[in-house]
Each structure stands twice: as C-alpha cells, then as structure tokens.
C-alpha cells in the first residue's frame, strides 16, 4: 500500500476502488488511488478527460451514485488535526452534515448548479438554512450579500435579488463560489471551474479563489486538465491516469522534474509562447475504455517506452525523494531511466 506523506493532512485517501456497473459492463473507473491533501494548500488533481479526477473528488464525500459503487479503500476526513472521520463509513444522513457545509463543492457548469426558480439570496441562504445555521431564509440575506461582496460581485445588494438568469456567466460563477462558502468550509472543491467560462472570466474567478484562500484560510482541491492552471494555483498536483494516480510532486518540481512518461507528454501538450506553434502538440492514441482496461501499467499501451514488464505487473508507486512518487517501471531499479 502506498505510503502517503502529509504533516498535517485534512484528507487522507486509501487505495480507493470505484466501480461504475453498467449494461456494458463494469467500468473499473478508480482502481488504488491514494493521496492526502494537507492542510491549507492547493491540491490539483490533472488529466486528459475520463481518467477518473471527478469521480475521485466525489468519493471524498461519498457522492458516487448508482450504478457506481465505492468498492475498497478509506477516506479519512480531518477536521481538526487531533480529530478523523472515516468518511466511507458514514450514513448518507451522517455524510450529509459534512457535504456542503465542512466540504463544498464548484462544479463546472454554473448554469445548472444555480436553480433557476430562486433568487441568488434565497440559495446562498438555503445551504445556510439545510445545514441548521439560520432557522428562516431572511436570517441568511445580509450574510449572503457580505459572501457576495467577498466574491466581488458588483451592487451585492441588488445581486442578491437577482434570478440566476440576470447575470453574466462570471457572475454566476461568483454566486456559485459564494454559496460554496455559506457555511465556512473546510475544503472547497473546485472540479474545472472555469471551463465552461471564456478565457478574461477564468482568470478571474482563479484570482478570486486564490484571494479566498488567503483570506478565508480554505483548502483547496482543483480539479484541471490544464496544466498552466496547475503551474498558477497550486501548491502539489498527481498526475491521473485511467483511474489511477501515475505521479505526484510539488509543482515546481513536476514541472522541473516529470518522471513519468504520461507527464511527460502532458507538459509537451501545454503551449509553450517561445515555440512557434501552429498547433497544439498532442498525446498520441486515447484513454482506455475502462471495461477493459489494459493489464499491468495501463499508460503502456500509449507509451514510448513501454517494456515487457509493464505489459504484466502493475508499477508500483516508488517516492524518489521526501516529497515526489511515481508509478512507473522506468524507476523501480528493473530498467534504466530515460534519457
Ligand atoms: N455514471 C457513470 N456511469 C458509468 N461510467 C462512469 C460514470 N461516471 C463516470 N464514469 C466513468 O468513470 C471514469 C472516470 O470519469 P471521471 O468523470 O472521473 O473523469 P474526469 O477525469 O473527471 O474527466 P473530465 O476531464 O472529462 O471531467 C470514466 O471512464 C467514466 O466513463
Ligand atoms: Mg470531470
């Protein structure tokens, strides 16, 4: 099992298992992931697309719905470092305490995490209202509009007012945010926030979380498959690949130092503004379908150096040094290292 290296850790993950049960038959979607966020930094979790980074930041709330199941693994919840919470253990009345209000969540799209039949107020004081910190929706509005003047939305007053469909893209999102924030999370998640924002807004709102961060003394795990947002927001960052956490180092040194061959090719795949490039450079082949995912290392397939052993055995996860694993045969001593 993986030995996870945190001081301090808020969330600590165990050779996580999910598995989604569908007519075409069981997508092995997470198969031992581990890693453990410590507090107060920004954690990233970076891959293509379907290489399991939401479903990962789901199961830390034990938000995997049906047909997905949560096969193995434990998911430790630190609120105070002298307290843990077994997350997995807990009933969905008991997880509901803590989803929300200890741990909130950003998804992507701001449009359908708004409803449309209520005001901006009304929501941001309803999570406020579920989670027992007011007793009538009215208590919450001056907190909402004082969460809404934090996420700097202009006029918070008249804002608060507002239905979701009188704001712009970026101000939803700034409401969404707000909301996340109602009841003073521990964790905020943030699964691609920006993307479905143009590129002026995405900047912003990345302020806007690294202001909150500072300011609100949040933790934060980011979820992108950017790898420039990687480089801006955060502190450490794993590198996932078809369910599985191929790498993980602090940034700086991923982005000095990438040992695995996939994280290699990720930073390939960023543009570089020095090199003339007409397009970007791209992974060759596709992630697998997760039915039949390929045996041992399942980056081989894709892999420039794939060798025999990867094709057998799962790669073990190897720290090279105090605070950098990988997951590849290249580095267990079985091979030589590339050049
Ligand atoms: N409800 C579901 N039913 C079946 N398979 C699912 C379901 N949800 C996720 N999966 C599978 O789990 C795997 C991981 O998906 P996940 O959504 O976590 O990827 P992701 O890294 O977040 O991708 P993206 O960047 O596109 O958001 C994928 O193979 C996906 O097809
Ligand atoms: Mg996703």
């Known amino acids: 099992m ?10 600590e993950v165990h050779d996580l298992y999910v598995y989604f049960y569908t007519y075409a038959g069981v997508v092995r979607a997470i198969e031992g992931v581990s890693f453990c966020i410590e507090r107060g930094e920004t954690y990233c979790l970076v891959g293509e697309t379907g290489c399991g980074k939401s479903v990962t ?5 034990k938000l995997i719905l049906p047909p997905g199941r949560i096969e193995k693994g434990k998911v430790y919840y630190y609120p105070e470092p002298s307290r843990r919470i077994d997350i997995l253990a807990l009933s969905e009345e008991e997880v509901k305490k803590i989803r929300g209000n200890e741990i909130t969540y950003i998804f992507q799209d701001p449009g359908t995490a708004l409803d449309p039949l209520y005001t901006i107020g009304y929501q941001i004081a309803e999570t406020m209202l579920v989670h027992g910190r007011i007793r009538r929706i009215k208590e919450g509005i001056p907190h909402a509009v004082e969460l809404l003047r934090k996420t700097l939305i202009p006029d918070p007053e008249r804002r608060v007012k ?18 996340a924030l109602a009841n003073n999370p521990k964790l905020v998640i943030a699964d691609e926030p920006t993307t479905a924002l143009d590129a002026t807004v995405q900047a ?23 790898m420039g947002l990687v480089a801006e927001m955060c502190d450490r960052v794993a590198v996932m690949y ?10 700086e040194e991923l982005f000095k130092n990438p040992l695995h061959p996939y994280t290699r090719l990720l930073l390939r795949a960023v543009p ?3 090199r003339r490039m007409d397009k970007l450079e791209s992974i060759p082949g596709t992630v697998p379908n997760l039915i039949y995912p390929p045996p041992g290392c399942r980056f081989h397939p894709r892999c420039p150096h794939a060798m025999d052993i990867c094709r057998e055995e799962r790669p073990p996860e190897i720290w090279v040094n105090e ?17």
Do not use: F, W
């Open 2 to 11: 993986t030995e996870l290296r945190c001081n301090d850790p808020i969330i």
């Open 57 to 61: 930041s789901r199961a830390l709330t």
């Open 162 to 179: 507002a239905y979701p469909h009188e704001l712009s893209g970026g101000m939803k999102q700034r409401a969404v945010i707000a909301t």
């Open 204 to 226: 912003q709102i990345m302020e806007l979380l690294r202001k909150l961060k500072k300011e609100e003394g949040l933790t934060i795990l980011l979820i992108t498959h950017n």
């Open 242 to 251: 078809a369910g599985t956490i191929v790498e993980e180092a602090p940034t």
């Open 272 to 274: 570089n503004p020095l």
């Open 323 to 339: 605070s950098h694993r990988v997951a590849c045969h290249l580095y267990t001593g079985k091979a030589s290292l590339p050049g």
